[in-house]
């Protein structure tokens, strides 16, 4: 009761900060929770993750909720317990729901072929008149993939409340890496936080059993710090993640080709985590 003043001041002045997605999409929930709009496939893979090992890198979910004829999921606020958090949303990945596969020949990146890195860039602009490609826009909302999208699509709020979601010409691990320092503000200690948590989560995935029977598209890790130094990454939206076939696994290192259903969410991680760590040592 003491702190209710507090938290509601705390609430307004940050009320849900929501940096990707649709709008409409999600709703504030009881004291602590947010509710986003039901979908079948998330709330199955939500169910799984609660008895996985990645329990506690993701939202708890607290089951379905009903708002106006409508069901929402109802999960965690991650931003509770941050006061006046900065929020960085980034996919993982080389394959993405709305992302038109580009092969190495066409990339105009190409020297980051021979050396991978985190790509942050528009997925929608890309390659749609080739008929190869085009197939997979047309066949499936899911089959869309570029080697060189590690991680992309990054929203981010900072503290002054500016909010950037236009990363299109964020291409280079350079410009990542100014993304990142601008995001911390040069903050060396949140920097080494973060870096300490991607890798835990990494050691986390690869003894997951959900992560080893998915594959993972479209997901992000949510970067949330304050100005307090706490910091923490979770993993969010699994709207786009589906269960493999029966005893089929994925290394979610390899490169993607037709029916592998690789998405390099361990490749994008291994680059954002040597990317983070350049950062937190220089
Ligand atoms: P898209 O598929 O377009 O990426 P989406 O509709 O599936 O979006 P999410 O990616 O799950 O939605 O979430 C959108 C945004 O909402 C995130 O970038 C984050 O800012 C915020 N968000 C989502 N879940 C939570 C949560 N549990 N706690 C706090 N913030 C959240
Ligand atoms: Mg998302
Ligand atoms: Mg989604």
Known sequence: IVHWPFI????KRYSWIQLAGHKGNFKAGEEGTVLKKFSENEKRC???????????????Y?????????????????????????????????????CIPIPPSLSETPALHTH???????????????????????GSPLLF??????????????????????????????????????FVEGNKRIMETYLAKLEEIRRVLESS???????????????????????????????KTTPLSEGQTLTHRAEWCEGNREDGYLWGLDNMVSLVSNIARD
Not at 8 to 11: C, K, N, P, T
Not at 211 to 237: Q, T
């Open 46 to 60: 939500f169910e799984r993750l609660m008895g996985d090992v990645l329990y506690s890198f993701v939202p708890a």
């Open 116 to 138: 991978p890195s985190l790509i942050i860039r528009d997925t929608r602009t890309a390659y749609p008149s080739l008929p190869h490609y085009q197939r997979h826009l047309i």
């Open 62 to 98: 607290h089951g379905i909720v009903e708002r106006e004829g409508e069901p929402y999921l109802q999960l965690t606020d991650l931003l509770g317990g941050f006061n006046g958090p900065c929020v960085m949303d980034c996919k993982i990945g080389v394959r993405h729901p709305h």
């Open 8 to 11: 509601v001041s705390q609430r």
């Open 209 to 239: 059993e959900f992560f080893k029977s998915h594959e993972v598209i479209g997901s992000s890790l949510l970067f949330i710090h304050d100005h307090n130094e706490l910091a923490n990454v979770w993993l969010i939206d699994f709207g």
């Open 145 to 182: 993939y570029s080697p060189i999208f590690l991680m992309l699509c990054v929203s981010l709020q900072k503290a002054d409340g500016t909010c950037s979601t236009d990363f299109k010409r964020t291409k280079t691990q350079e410009q990542v890496t100014l993304v990142f320092r601008d």
